[in-house]
Structures are given as C-alpha cells and as structure tokens.
C-alpha cells in the first residue's frame, strides 16, 4: 500500500471514531437527561428559576425568530402560574448593536412580567456560560431552562455536570421543516458538549462579581 493509501485509510478512520464518537454522545446526552424534559407546563414540577436561553428575535431575513417568541411566551405563562419565582434572561451582548438579554426583557415587560422579577444576564454568551452563571453568579441551582426540545438534553446534561437540579420546558415544537438545520446542529454540539466538560474542562468566558438573586 503507498503512501496515498495510508492516507486514505487514515482518513477513513478518523471519519468514522468521529462519527462514532458524535453518535455515543448524543445517546449519553439523550438517555441521561430525557426524564427532565417537558413539554407542558402543568405537569412541570415548580422550580425557583427561569432561565431563558438567548436567541435573537430576528431571523436573518428579518422574520420573526419562532424559537425567540415561544420562549418568552412559556416564561411568562410560567411567572403568571406560580410555577417559578423569577425569570433570568440570558444571551450574547458582544456589542452595542447585537442584545439578547434586552430584547428578552422588553419582550416580558409587554406581556406583563413585572420588571423586579426579571434579571439580565449579559455574559450567555453559549449554553454553558449561560448554566454555570445561573449557579456562580446568580445563585440558583433549582431551575427551569427554556429552550426547544432538541436543546434542552444539552443544556440539562451540561447543568448535571455542575451539580445544577433542572428541568427544561417547552409546549410546542417548531415545525420539523423549519429547525433541520438547527437541529443538524445540535447533534454536533453535543459531541462538542462532551469534550467541552469532559475533555477540556472549559469555564465561562465572563463570570465576575456575584449578583444573588433574592427569591
């Protein structure tokens, strides 16, 4: 075999421990954590916190962003019902023209959520920022993630690894049309999840003073 076939085989084989490895971690990720996911909010148990998980409200075409709207939908139905005490906003602020965590709030404040019970969290910059900071800058580890489905295993998985007691609602599911590319993601982001915690040990990229919410 010359060198040209090494290196095909080598290829190949590269190929397929990552694809195996991305399949492993998603069924870790999945049968670890499928027990926390709701998609109602009368069966949810009651928690103490909501943390909203960033998204712009924007799609790139300029449409209205589904995952945004039904998120801030279900944390405020979740206030409005006694099922958590306080929302906690969470997303990307990187510059003065790009806030997640603003336009949640605002989009609370017009569905009627009182303004002393919602904090920002400017630094949600991912998924893991936006966990560890709830427990390490907020002091909540009792919590309910809102996000979609196919988000939530990852999000709980990461909040098992820091000791984080969590659930994660969302009532209805974005049409499978619209989230396939989304979702083709995710299968992706949770092998890199696994790496992230396991492997890497990575850490926010922003933690700072400690704001404790009061509850």
């Known amino acids: 075999m010359g060198l040209f076939g090494w290196f095909l085989k ?3 084989t590269v190929a397929i421990a990552g694809l195996v490895f991305v399949l ?10 499928r027990d926390a996911v709701y998609d109602s909010i009368e069966e949810a148990p009651q928690t103490d916190i909501a943390l909203v998980l960033g998204t712009s409200p ?7 962003n589904p995952f945004f709207h039904e998120r801030i939908k279900i944390a ?4 409005k019902m006694g099922k958590v005490k306080h929302i906690i906003v969470s997303g990307d602020n990187q510059t003065k023209y790009y806030n997640e965590p ?6 609370l404040l017009e569905l009627g959520v009182p303004k002393d019970k919602i904090d920002l969290d400017y630094a949600g910059l991912r998924t893991l920022d936006s966990i560890v900071r709830c427990k ?6 009792n919590i309910t993630i809102i996000t979609q489905p196919f988000h939530s295993y990852r999000a709980l998985f990461i909040s098992d690894y820091y000791d984080i007691k969590a659930i994660s609602l969302s009532e209805t599911n974005i049409p499978s049309d619209f989230s396939y590319k989304v979702k083709a993601r995710e299968y992706l982001a949770r092998a890199l999840a696994v790496l992230d915690l396991y492997l890497f040990h990575r850490e926010p990229k922003y933690l700072g003073k400690k704001e404790t919410i009061s509850i």
């Open 76 to 79: 405020a139905k979740l206030l």
């Open 136 to 141: 390490e800058i907020f002091g909540q580890d």
């Open 102 to 107: 603003i336009k949640m709030y605002n989009a």
């Open 24 to 33: 492993v971690s998603n069924l870790w990720i999945y049968m670890s954590t």
């Open 10 to 12: 080598a290829t190949a």
């Open 58 to 64: 924007k799609l790139m075409t300029g449409e209205p």
